[in-house]
């Protein structure tokens, strides 16, 4: 298996647009399930494969009294971030350590549906939590493209996701029985809530879609997945206003130590 960023998601300019556009679409979803689960003002925090870093951001504001720590396999845009109290660390979450009871809130977005190592992680980071303290998980799930009328729509967002799965070891399918499995990591309190996006043309929500799969557009095409007159087709959908269909769902599971 390749790691992530190696040649998939390079950090380059097209990956920090990106990552800033997905800041833009799904904070807003993340925020409010955090907030529901409670970041007290002198709360530690750890993201986990803060990207952008702009939810790291958000929980400085809300643990005022706290301690925030971001970590990436590269910390090249949290350095951008003009927030001193915010900690940045080089970390690979599958093998870099923290201390036990280290944290009140954990939290990663788009980061363990991409390691092989996920259910070991799950694990761990059970450890770097304080009794009482929690984590939120966010991972996409694709069953709304699998039932979508659409063929190419439906076509290149499955060849996609088979590109990125047989090349990282990512699980397009773990979220759904993410809950569960929380239990058997040993945490308790488990919830989640899935969100199902209804995904218009010429959005913020489909240009996020359509520069994911472009960023893996030499593979896509080296590797047969997809054809040259697919993707143009794609291309078009994701920028017509007229085109209505679903975005893949996002999960989000939590549980307490
Ligand atoms: C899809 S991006 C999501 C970024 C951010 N969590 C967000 O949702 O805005 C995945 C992030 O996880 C990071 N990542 C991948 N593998 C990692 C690992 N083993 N340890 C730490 N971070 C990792 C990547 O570098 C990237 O920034």
Known sequence: MEKYGETLFALDQDEETRLRLLAEVFDPLCTRTLAALGVARDARC???GAGSGSVARWLCGRAPQGDVV??????TLLERIPEP??????HDVTRDPFPDDSFDVVHARLVLSHLPQ???VMRRMLRWLRPGGFVLIESFCWFPVESSPNATYRKVMQRWSSLI????GTDSWWSRGQPGSFLGYGYRDVGANTVT???QGGTRLADFWRRTVDMSREPLLSGGYVTPHELEEFHALLGDGDFWD???ALVQSWGRK
């Open 165 to 168: 799965c047989g090349t990282l």
């Open 85 to 90: 109290r915010l900690r940045r660390l080089v």
């Open 197 to 199: 996006q209804n995904l």
């Open 46 to 48: 750890l993201e986990v």
């Open 246 to 248: 679903l975005a893949p």
């Open 118 to 120: 996920r259910d070991d």
């Open 70 to 75: 971001a970590t990436d396999l590269d910390t």
